[in-house]
T-cell receptor
Framework: GAVVSQHPSWVICKSGTSVKIECRSL??????MFWYRQFPKQSLMLMAT?????????EQGVEKDKFLINHASLTLSTLTVTSAHPEDSSFYIC?????????????FGPGTRLTVL | RKEVEQDPGPFNVPEGATVAFNCTYS??????FFWYRQDCRKEPKLLMS???SGNEDGRFTAQLNRASQYISLLIRDSKLSDSATYLC????????????FGAGTRLFVKA
């Protein structure tokens, strides 16, 4: 199956700093990439949908100025958590879709565990 | 009410048992349906798609009832390695679709 990588796999940072997470589709071109957040024992919550070359579409309640998404190419999307605070500590997962906008399988990255001190 | 609802469990079953998970969704515009598996601290992995006609993949059988907005997953002859959280996932929309994840059902298979 298609492979999606994320970097870093985990990060610990001080409150107030910014953290960038990269999501790459390694062996295919992803029309669309998705960013999710998962708190312990909760479901994945879609944060935003990004299409290459256009602005991301954010879900209600997700601050676009805090969670900056850049999708510069068909194989790379980045999520920057700006001025991170402890409540931003979570598991961030990206996924890449093929054959969209009709729904097809999403391929998930391994996730990035963010801890903000 | 959540758009996709699952019994959180946990389900504790012995090896070899048959276990069934249920999921309901509230948005009738939902178009696609999936079961994913998520191991602890890992990303979700697609287990199987779910079709109205029902589909089977080895020990796993999935069913969809659009009228009742209900999805099920049956696992036969449970293995220790089946221990995981099973996520019910619903997709909808055409121009700007979304995937909605259930909170998951935890399964523990014990020897």
């Amino acid at each position: 199956g298609a492979v999606v990588s994320q970097h870093p796999s985990w990060v610990i940072c001080k409150s107030g700093t910014s953290v960038k997470i990269e999501c790459r589709s390694l062996d295919f071109q992803a029309t669309t990439m998705f960013w999710y957040r998962q708190f312990p024992k909760q479901s994945l919550m879609l944060m935003a949908t990004s299409n290459e070359g256009s602005k991301a579409t954010y879900e209600q309640g997700v601050e676009k100025d805090k969670f900056l998404i850049n999708h510069a190419s068909l194989t790379l999307s980045t999520l920057t958590v700006t001025s991170a605070h402890p409540e931003d500590s979570s598991f961030y997962i990206c996924s890449a879709g093929v054959g969209l906008p009709r729904y097809n399988e999403q391929f998930f990255g391994p996730g990035t565990r963010l801890t903000v001190l | 009410r959540k758009e996709v609802e699952q019994d959180p469990g946990p389900f504790n079953v012995p090896e070899g048992a048959t276990v069934a998970f249920n999921c309901t969704y509230s948005n009738s515009a939902s178009q696609s349906f999936f079961w994913y598996r998520q191991d602890c601290r890992k990303e979700p992995k697609l287990l199987m798609s779910v079709y109205s006609s029902g589909n089977e993949d080895g020990r796993f059988t999935a069913q969809l009832n659009r009228a009742s907005q209900y999805i099920s997953l049956l696992i036969r002859d449970s293995k220790l390695s089946d221990s995981a959280t099973y996520l019910c996932v619903v997709g909808r929309g055409s121009g700007g679709f979304k995937t909605i994840f259930g909170a998951g059902t935890r399964l523990f298979v014990k020897a």
